[in-house]
T-cell receptor, first 111, second 112 residues
Framework: GQQLNQSPQSMFIQEGEDVSMNCTSSSIFNTWLWYKQEPGEGPVLLIALYKAGELTSNGRLTAQFGITRKDSFLNISASIPSDVGIYFCAGQDNAGNMLTFGGGTRLMVKP | NAGVTQTPKFQVLKTGQSMTLQCAQDMNHNSMYWYRQDPGMGLRLIYYSASEGTTDKGEVPNGYNVSRLNKREFSLRLESAAPSQTSVYFC???????????FGQGTRLTVV
């Protein structure tokens, strides 16, 4: 099946720092999604992107749909301890088929 | 607001045993899904039900069966559990399509 490469796999940062993570694919996607998963919980949708080049914000989170349609980026500004969790990207192709998920970026924030 | 409720939250099975994971949603969603999550691999779709009365295979359906009991409930059955099925299982639902799905809290299954 399709593969999504998500990087970095983990990050350990100081509170207040900005965070960047990305996903790349060998295939084109028409939709990119970013989820956050906290310990013991299911993933929660943070941002959905539906158009190449689209830049969308949700509070301190900003995500971009890459122009090539093969990548997406998530930035978190001024991180706080509650940002801790695993962030997943997911892509959907133009046939509206099932989502392909990345392996996740584990974010740890030091107060 | 319950959202998507999964039972049980934890389960340990012996190889060869069977069990059913239950899922119910109270959002009147049409579509429901079962995913498994393994370390470093993200989520992979096992089966889904686009609407009441229909079920379809996902990426990793082998060893599983599903039943869409009614609009609210979607169960996942392991007929003969294997250690390779040790995973965290998530049920999700959406009004339509895969993208705007709400997830349950997961069932952590260990097969020994």
């Amino acid at each position: 099946g399709q593969q999504l490469n998500q990087s970095p796999q983990s990050m350990f940062i100081q509170e207040g720092e900005d965070v960047s993570m990305n996903c790349t694919s060998s295939s084109i996607f028409n939709t990119w999604l970013w989820y956050k998963q906290e310990p013991g919980e299911g993933p929660v949708l943070l941002i959905a992107l539906y158009k190449a080049g689209e830049l969308t914000s949700n509070g301190r989170l900003t995500a971009q749909f890459g122009i090539t349609r093969k990548d997406s980026f998530l930035n978190i500004s001024a991180s706080i301890p509650s940002d801790v969790g695993i962030y997943f990207c997911a892509g959907q192709d133009n046939a509206g088929n099932m989502l392909t998920f990345g392996g996740g970026t584990r974010l740890m924030v030091k107060p | 607001n319950a959202g998507v409720t999964q039972t049980p939250k934890f389960q340990v099975l012996k190889t060869g045993q069977s069990m059913t994971l239950q899922c119910a949603q109270d959002m009147n969603h049409n579509s429901m899904y079962w995913y498994r999550q393994d370390p470093g691999m993200g989520l992979r779709l096992i089966y889904y039900s686009a609407s009441e009365g229909t079920t379809d295979k996902g990426e990793v359906p082998n060893g599983y069966n599903v039943s869409r009991l009614n609009k609210r409930e979607f169960s996942l059955r392991l007929e003969s559990a294997a250690p390779s099925q040790t995973s965290v299982y998530f049920c999700a639902s959406s009004d339509q399509g895969f993208t705007e799905a709400f997830f349950g809290q997961g069932t952590r299954l260990t097969v020994v």
